[in-house]
């Protein structure tokens, strides 16, 4: 059942490539120009009428709200707020008809989310659900539904779901872009093309691992981390830092690499591993200077980026690790493999239960 893999989560890892092709397939027309979602009851009309996105959801999947919104705001010019699931009713959200709000969960069965959903009808808003069960609780409440086409999800902590509900978010942030007029048609062009090269990256990343394994083995003799990262490379830093806690039971931190010396730079001291993100070109001298300063507190830096910033960065870092080249927006979705690799491989390291972590359900029907 396991394919071959020591674990689920391992081979639901190695089953992204699959994954995003799934997901991609069927909602790209022939020409590879234009997104196709004939399922959608949002028509054309009231996507022109929306002024606002509310993303909500919870943990992981509320992960990937934070990249696809980011997305939303930057391709179709459409403010987006975010909230977990927990938070959202609780605070009197601001909902109009021309909310859409958009609700993630892998399970579809998600007790906060779920209720979240209702609110949000509840106050006129159109909910488009991204979801990973067909005929789920929060697919059958939604207005409209992307399924991701990930395939069943075992392992408590989620990995391809993740990355389903990014392409599921580059996808409807394009068909968006594409309705209102805010892309034009090649430059939609461009990144649909980007993304058809992502299973492949996926593949290469996950056909060479010794790195990352060697880092996880060292840093599951720590307690006590830290991820840094500006923009998207932060929203993945945040995944990352719940992937290692959820498994392998160390404590770690991520933190928008500016914000650091507003506080946390305290708890910066010799040989604590730091992970920097470092792959969005737009932010990278910025994202260095953060670098520097918690190598300067004796910080022990791995960097993340793309091949050609390596030589450069190892002026400041211990390690870097390459991360294939894809447009800024895309590239979440080659970032986090290897920090699902780095958790899965120190989960193993410190002989936890990878698939069953401690205290967690992989669906958590309760509020
Ligand atoms: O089924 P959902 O996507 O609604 O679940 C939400 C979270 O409970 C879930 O993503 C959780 O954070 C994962 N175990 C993280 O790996």
Redesign the pocket.
């Known amino acids: 059942e396991k394919g071959g893999f020591a674990h689920f989560m391992l081979k639901e890892i190695h089953e992204q490539p699959k994954a995003y092709r799934d997901t991609m397939l069927g909602r790209i027309d022939e020409s590879g120009r234009r997104i196709v979602l004939p399922d959608l009851h949002l028509t054309e009309d009231k996507i022109r009428s929306i002024n606002n996105v509310h993303i909500v959801?919870?943990?992981?999947?509320y992960h990937a709200g934070l990249v696809g919104g980011s997305v939303i705001e930057r391709l179709v010019r459409i403010p987006v707020m975010y909230d977990v699931a927990s938070e959202y009713r609780y605070r009197s959200p601001l909902i109009t008809p021309e909310t859409l709000v958009i609700v993630?969960?892998?399970?579809?069965?998600?007790a906060d989310?779920l209720a979240a959903l209702r609110e949000a009808q509840a106050n006129g808003a159109h909910v488009l659900a991204i979801t990973n069960v067909v005929g789920s609780s929060i697919a059958r409440d939604a207005d409209d539904v992307i399924n991701t086409l990930a395939g069943p999800e075992i392992a408590?902590?989620?990995t391809k779901?993740y990355t389903s509900q990014l392409i599921a978010f580059y996808l409807f942030s394009l068909y968006l872009a594409q309705v209102r007029g805010t892309q034009t048609a090649d430059e939609i062009a461009h990144i649909i093309a980007a993304m058809h090269a992502l299973p492949e990256q996926v593949e290469s990343m996950l056909a060479n691992v010794d790195a990352i394994k060697a880092y996880a083995e060292h840093i599951a003799k720590h307690e006590d981390l830290f991820f840094i990262g500006r923009g998207l490379d932060y929203a993945v830093a945040m995944e990352g830092s719940?992937?290692l806690k959820?498994i392998s039971y160390i404590h770690s931190e991520a933190y928008a690499a500016g914000e650091l010396k507003h506080g946390t730079l305290a708890l910066i001291e010799e040989g604590i591993p730091v992970i920097a993100l470092a792959t969005q070109e737009s932010v990278l001298e910025k994202t260095v200077s953060n670098i520097k300063e918690v190598k300067a507190r004796g910080a022990d830096v791995l960097a993340l980026t793309h091949e050609e910033h390596v030589a450069g960065l190892l002026k400041s870092v211990d390690q870097a690790f390459a991360i294939p080249k894809t447009l800024p927006i895309l590239t979440p979705a080659l970032s986090v493999v290897p920090l699902q690799l780095l958790a899965y491989y120190a989960s193993l390291a410190r002989g936890n239960d990878v698939d069953k972590p401690r205290n967690?359900a992989?669906?958590?029907t309760v509020e």
């Open positions: 959801a919870c943990g992981t999947a993630v969960s892998q399970s579809g069965e998600t989310t408590v902590a989620s779901a719940l992937k959820e967690l992989k669906s958590v």
